[in-house]
């Protein structure tokens, strides 16, 4: 055994150590002091000291944590719960931004910093907070003070409405304020306003939807942050039989039976309108491709409408007796068409299969 196996610690004892030493917690040391005895501490986040010909230097640095060239655009959608903070954030999500919906304030710095390394993937960030109590206020405040210290711009969307709209709303959907505790629901709505007033004063955009709909709240979404985009269509083209109901979901309803019913042809009864003897048979009618072309121009005018007044989704429902065979087969060639024109197109077939 040598004299480091019999003692194994006496080696440990002779080399530097990294715990602070008596030394060096008593505080700030004297200019020329040895550095490598003790090492310099900064002495705040924002700081850096240094060595320079036995003197301490400090200067301000970047604050840890977040790239200066990759610090993401962020926005801050809060308001009055029932005044459209969903509507808000699905509008900015269909823009293209990064949406967190009811992240703790507390994590907003770190959500940012996330996102600045993300190399460009995650360039803008909103995230939907609600205010319930006044610490969650308070670690909202604490956050957006961090984050203008860290350099980060945030701007802050406020949703307001008034009282008699947010009961409405409230009533309409059959569910209680969540504030409103034992009490009414106007109790809620007076808990909650006065909770956000500090927040309202400070916010960059208040928007009213007293008297707005889904759409004309979309629109004012999209005047704020979707500058020169234009928005991106998707569509849902969707074949249904009548005898089974009109979808509820559909905005533009087409009707094939004016079309000769392949059910009555025995050959082809069997197989449905993705077969291509159908398709064909459906196709070869008297006014089928006439159709199909002009419907295809209208539905062009009908998007560019659409993507005007920043609607996002369309669903275009083209039915017949059973859904099974003449709408199959229209469906299909009409997302064709639109998929054709740069639309983001899905088919979905609601009722094959149903016979």
Known sequence: MTEHDAHPTAEQEQAPTTVPTAASQQGP????????THPAVPESPQQEVR?????QVSTDVTPPGIPDAAIPELVIISGMSGAGRSTAAKCLEDLGWFVVDNLPPALIPTM??????????????????????????????ESLADLEAKGVTRRIVFLESSDDALV???ESVRRPHPLQGDGRIVDGIDAERELLRELRGDADLVIDTSSLNVHELRAKMDAQFAGD????LRATVMSFGF???????ADLVVDMRFLPN??????????????????????????????LDRYAELLQLVAAGYRREGKRYVTIAVGCTGGKHRSVAMSEKLAARLAAEGVETVVVHRDMGRE
């Open 112 to 141: 940012v910093e996330l996102g600045a390394r993300s190399q460009g993937n995650v360039a803008r960030i909103a995230v939907v907070v609600d205010v319930r109590g006044r610490r969650f206020f308070d670690n909202l405040r």
């Open 243 to 249: 005898k089974y109901g009109l979808p509820v979901d």
């Open 229 to 232: 985009e234009e928005p991106e």
């Open 29 to 36: 040391r004297e200019p020329g002091e040895d550095s490598t």
């Open 168 to 170: 409405r709303r409230f």
């Open 262 to 291: 392949p059910h009555w042809v025995p050959e082809l009864r069997p197989y449905t309108g993705l077969n291509e003897e159908v398709s064909a048979y459906v196709l070869n009618q008297p006014g089928a491709k006439e159709f």
């Open 51 to 55: 060595q320079e010909d036995g003197a």
